[in-house]
């Protein structure tokens, strides 16, 4: 065991780590056994003494970890005897077999009642010692035995007498296993220049992951600051939240590494601290501001990360000013890896990204990568004032960080590049979602009681980030940006440094304008789903509209519809905003619906002329739906054809309507003939808007006998998009075009278009026969077409085009690819190459989900899944990645008989953390069933029609 560097420390801290080496001659042999063996958590772990040990040693021994192999208890908050107010962490990674790494924690606390036994969070940590040393009484106390409860995530250390109140520090010796499912404390592999496979290593403690890679008190609340000292070879990178402030040698005989000790971080919670250790190519940027900010990519890929480090700047300099705070840290640093759990992690002063979601090469990145890049950056450096500064005090709240953070990142990117036109993306990226989800039964509010870990990661879902988004959304647009802006800056400033709740944002806001925002976010807030507007009256009274609208809950699945008594209570208060056929309406825009006082509410909308539309919910401004009488729907349909409507009214109203007929609350064939409306469609997001409700149907349709007429319709109706747009950029198009360009001709080649299938698979070859090089915005469509007749050489190609690749974003574009293919031998070549080390094991759930668009696809992805469940309990045990793979892989059947099938494999097969997924699975099934046997006739009827 190597000395820390202490030369610096206070002498507070010399006496605590001098405490904590003592005799550490003697313990490590048992470190070095340890680190050398791969340590197992599910199993007692004994250490034999040597005869020539000496006592401090057999203390070590005596107070040996004790596992526990017990059912899982009902879940309780840490108790609050322990108060945290700073860590000192020292990691030492074992770098010859990349697997273990020991550790030291000295926790310095206050303790605020006799306590015997004190509770931590842990898991999978073999405890070597604990030690507390009694700053009042200077005395030591050892522990007499260490129980590590892996189940439940729980440590407990008793001593041989009870801890008094009064500050102190408890000293942890560890060790640990690197973990490869992309928790904790990580690793990776990466490739050098000249082609050699090495591992770097990261965190991710987001939940409640710092558990698994030392003992803390890990939850939010429990705010401390970090001092972390890592060893890392001397040709390898160290980083941390905050920059070096020292750096020693270690020991003679280890001449190639040295001790990394890292400035102390502000006051935060444990699920933002982070550490990396790898080799990086390094750019370097610097603020208005003089914060510095820095991009480590992989090696030689320097130029990939010039993009997302330009970003960042603009992204930082965007909130210092908006927040009017500056970014309280000394440096920023941006560190992709190739394997990682989600897009991205807001670690304060060093945020973790996956590759895809960072770096961008300018000649083979697509544009929607680019933008994602940019949405992804914008996003996790909004979160380094809302969630790290101020900090939500329990999990109950992390959709206000998320959807906060998610309606930012629209504020900021539209900022930056005003020609991504990135708010008419909104409704599709964050509104639409959200409705989609929140209209089930098994939908839960946004603000959730969280009552076990294992809850945690799934509320990191569409209703956290889509409906958190847009209810924020909606909260902004009623109060104008100026309050807006000046009550969050008041929010930011009083709980700096500190835990909120919910409703000490809406407090701030309210007072800041005078508006009732309490009383109306709670009902946002506290209750599932959305409402329902519906037009009761409407009447022209001279040169204004009378209208009478109601409001009920939004039922997507006809099952509960019904059943009004369960839902009498939902009740919501209803910024209400209107558009017209000549323009939109600002005098209306802070009209209320409170729903508290009365569900029925008359509104005269001055300025209407006889001839003009009115549209409820202008710009889709409000989280609710609204159902229109035919005659109102009709009087937009001219406005929809010649574009006069603007385009976010008009994906607003395929939307609703597309929602309203798979409840039952509307007829397809009028979603039909809306649809004939948008032949001239020329907005990206209208597209977007188009493509999901086309592939919805076509979902339906392919478990009938309808499935190729309808295809023909679509054809019919939307080639003319594709001979306007054509297959090739023209200069100076925008950056929309392209992205609509690849979106239209990936759907033409889902519907099995034969023109557009013949000249992708002819762009394929000249690219492989490298005669021509095609754009990555066509990549996707060029490989899926090219795989559409399931040739073998073409899947050989393929796998080609992967293997030559250095490009994150250009194999996972590939195995997209693959998944799409209808053929079920070459379906079963990708599902054996999918299991190879070639493809990392998240990429797998991406071939598969591509592979489920398809019915035969879907089918054939479902039966793989349940042949190899024990691998993806065994990879995927809990997170939110999982969680989403599960609802996407199952939510397209129809049939009573898959929800029967679906529902008795996961009650054999439980995943932790995905019970909510497997409901909203099995209540999509059940819509989409019933939705097919309600209206494949009158389909039908009207398809012969228009055939």
């Given at each position: 065991m190597v000395e820390l560097d202490i030369a610096s420390t206070t002498s507070k801290q010399q006496r605590r780590l001098k405490l904590l080496f003592v005799n550490l001659s003697s313990v490590i042999v048992i470190v070095y056994i340890y680190c050398r063996k791969s340590i197992r958590t599910d199993q007692v772990r004994m250490v034999v003494p040597a005869a020539e040990e000496s006592d401090a040693c057999r203390v070590i021994l005596k107070a040996k970890t004790r596992k526990l192999v017990r059912k899982r208890l009902d879940f309780e908050r840490l108790p609050r005897t322990l108060l945290p107010s700073h860590y000192e962490i020292y990691i030492e990674p074992d770098y010859t077999t990349c697997e273990t790494y020991k550790g030291i924690t000295a926790l310095t606390i206050t303790v605020t009642d006799v306590v015997k036994v004190l509770k931590l969070s842990a898991v999978g940590l073999e405890i070597l010692e604990v030690t507390y040393e009694d700053e009042a009484k200077k005395q030591v106390l050892r522990s007499v035995e260490i129980t590590v409860d892996d189940e439940n995530e729980l440590m407990t250390v008793e001593f041989e007498r009870g801890l008094l109140p009064g500050n102190g520090t408890l000293s942890i010796l560890f060790l640990g296993r690197i973990q490869d499912n992309m928790k904790g404390f990580f690793r990776t592999k990466y490739s050098t220049v000249e082609g050699e496979e090495r591992y770097a290593f990261g965190t991710h403690f987001e939940p409640n992951y710092a558990r698994h890679a030392f003992p803390c008190l890990d939850e939010p609340d429990f705010k401390a600051t970090f001092d972390v000292s890592l060893v890392?070879?001397?040709?390898?990178?160290?980083?941390?939240?905050?920059?070096?402030?020292?750096?020693?040698?270690?020991?003679?005989?280890?001449?190639?590494?040295?001790?990394?000790?890292?400035?102390?971080?502000?006051?935060?919670?444990?699920?933002?601290?982070?550490?990396?250790?790898?080799?990086?190519?390094?750019?370097?940027?610097?603020?208005e501001g003089g914060v510095i900010i820095?991009?480590?990519?992989?090696?030689?890929?320097?130029?990939?990360?010039?993009?997302?480090?330009?970003?960042?700047?603009?992204?930082?300099?965007?909130?210092?000013?908006?927040?009017?705070?500056?970014?309280?840290?000394?440096?920023?640093?941006?560190?992709?890896?190739?394997?990682?759990?989600?897009?991205?992690?807001?670690?304060?002063?060093?945020?973790?990204?996956?590759?895809?979601?960072?770096?961008?090469?300018?000649?083979?990145?697509?544009?929607?990568?680019?933008?994602?890049?940019?949405?992804?950056?914008?996003?996790?450096?909004?979160?380094?004032?809302?969630?790290?500064?101020?900090?939500?005090?329990?999990?109950?709240?992390?959709?206000?960080?998320?959807?906060?953070?998610?309606?930012?990142?629209?504020?900021?990117?539209?900022?930056?590049?005003?020609?991504?036109?990135?708010?008419?993306?909104?409704?599709?990226?964050?509104?639409?979602?959200?409705?989609?989800?929140?209209?089930?039964?098994?939908?839960?509010?946004?603000?959730?009681?969280?009552?076990?870990?294992?809850?945690?990661?799934?509320?990191?879902?569409?209703?956290?980030?889509?409906?958190?988004?847009?209810?924020?959304?909606?909260?902004?647009?009623?109060?104008?940006?100026?309050?807006?802006?000046?009550?969050?800056?008041?929010?930011?400033?009083?709980?700096?440094?500190?835990?909120?709740?919910?409703?000490?944002?809406?407090?701030?806001?309210?007072?800041?304008?005078?508006?009732?925002?309490?009383?109306?976010?709670?009902?946002?807030?506290?209750?599932?789903?959305?409402?329902?507007?519906?037009?009761?009256?409407?009447?022209?009274?001279?040169?204004?509209?009378?209208?009478?609208?109601?409001?009920?809950?939004?039922?997507?699945?006809?099952?509960?519809?019904?059943?009004?008594?369960?839902?009498?209570?939902?009740?919501?208060?209803i910024p209400i905003h209107f558009s017209k056929g000549s323009g939109l309406l600002e005098s209306a825009t802070s009209s209320l619906m409170d729903g508290t006082e009365s569900c029925i509410v008359d509104f005269l909308i001055p300025d209407v002329s006889p001839s003009d539309w009115l549209k409820v919910n202008s710009e889709v401004s409000g989280f609710y739906r609204v159902n229109y009488p035919s005659h109102m729907l009709n009087e937009f349909i001219p406005s929809i054809r010649d574009r006069t409507m603007g385009p976010v009214d008009r994906l607003n109203l395929l939307d609703d309507l597309y929602a309203l007929v798979k409840c039952g609350e509307s007829r397809t064939v009028s979603l039909l003939r809306l649809l004939e409306a948008y032949i001239d469609e020329d907005e990206f997001c209208v597209w977007e808007g188009l493509s999901r409700v086309i592939g919805g149907l076509k979902e339906m349709l392919d478990f009938t006998d309808l499935s190729c007429r309808f295809q023909m319709f679509v054809k019919n109706h939307f080639r003319p998009l594709k001979q306007r747009l054509g297959w090739d950029a023209?200069?100076?198009?925008?950056?929309?075009?392209?992205?609509?360009?690849?979106?239209?001709?990936?759907?033409?080649?889902?519907?099995?278009?034969?023109?557009?299938?013949?000249?992708?698979?002819?762009r394929f070859l000249a690219h492989v026969r490298k005669e021509a090089s095609v754009s990555p915005d066509l990549r996707a469509v060029v490989y899926r077409a090219a795989l559409a007749s399931g040739e073998s050489e073409v899947y050989d190609a393929l796998i080609s085009l992967y293997r030559e690749s250095d490009l994150l974003e250009e194999k996972i574009r590939i195995l997209r690819a693959l998944g799409s293919t209808k053929d079920p031998e070459l379906m079963n070549r990708i599902l054996t190459f999918a299991l190879t080390d070639e493809v990392k094991v998240q990429d797998l759930l991406s071939i598969l989900l591509n592979m489920a668009k398809s019915k035969e696809g879907k089918e054939r992805a479902w039966d793989f899944f349940k042949m190899n469940v024990f691998l993806f309990q065994e990879k995927f045990a809990v997170g939110q990645m999982f969680s989403r793979f599960l609802k996407e892989l199952l939510q397209g059947f129809c049939s009573s008989e898959m929800s029967i099938e679906v529902e008795s494999f996961f009650k054999q097969h439980s995943f932790k953390g995905t019970q909510w997924s497997v409901q909203q699975s099995l209540e999509s099934i059940q819509i989409n069933t019933e939705w097919r046997k309600r209206e494949t006739e009158s389909i039908r009827s009207f398809l012969a029609l228009k055939l």
């Open positions: 890392v070879p001397k040709n390898r990178t160290g980083l941390s939240n905050m920059p070096i402030v020292n750096e020693s040698p270690l020991e003679s005989n280890r001449k190639n590494y040295r001790i990394l000790k890292f400035e102390t971080t502000p006051v935060m919670p444990t699920y933002l601290l982070a550490f990396v250790i790898g080799e990086y190519d390094i750019l370097e940027a610097i603020t820095r991009a480590f990519t992989p090696p030689g890929k320097k130029f990939q990360g010039e993009f997302g480090l330009r970003v960042a700047v603009k992204c930082l300099e965007f909130y210092t000013n908006y927040f009017d705070i500056p970014y309280p840290l000394p440096k920023l640093d941006l560190v992709p890896f190739s394997s990682f759990s989600s897009g991205a992690m807001e670690n304060w002063g060093l945020i973790t990204f996956r590759e895809t979601a960072f770096l961008v090469d300018p000649e083979q990145s697509s544009s929607i990568s680019t933008q994602w890049t940019a949405v992804v950056i914008a996003h996790e450096i909004s979160h380094q004032w809302f969630g790290n500064l101020v900090t939500m005090a329990w999990w109950t709240d992390l959709w206000l960080n998320e959807g906060f953070a998610t309606f930012m990142q629209f504020l900021c990117v539209d900022h930056v590049f005003p020609e991504y036109k990135i708010w008419t993306q909104y409704a599709t990226d964050v509104v639409i979602p959200g409705l989609e989800l929140d209209g089930f039964h098994s939908s839960h509010p946004v603000q959730v009681e969280i009552r076990d870990p294992g809850d945690i990661a799934e509320v990191f879902d569409t209703i956290s980030y889509c409906k958190g988004a847009a209810v924020v959304g909606m909260l902004y647009r009623y109060m104008g940006e100026e309050l807006f802006r000046k009550g969050l800056r008041t929010y930011l400033n009083l709980y700096s440094y500190k835990n909120a709740k919910g409703w000490e944002l809406w407090e701030c806001l309210e007072v800041s304008s005078a508006l009732p925002i309490l009383k109306m976010m709670r009902t946002w807030t506290e209750q599932t789903g959305f409402p329902l507007v519906k037009i009761a009256d409407i009447s022209q009274r001279s040169d204004a509209r009378g209208i009478t609208l109601t409001m009920e809950r939004f039922c997507a699945n006809p099952k509960y519809s019904s059943n009004k008594i369960e839902f009498k209570d939902s009740i919501w208060v023209i200069p100076e198009e925008g950056h929309l075009v392209g992205m609509f360009r690849s979106s239209l001709l990936v759907r033409l080649v889902s519907l099995d278009d034969e023109e557009t299938i013949s000249e992708g698979k002819e």
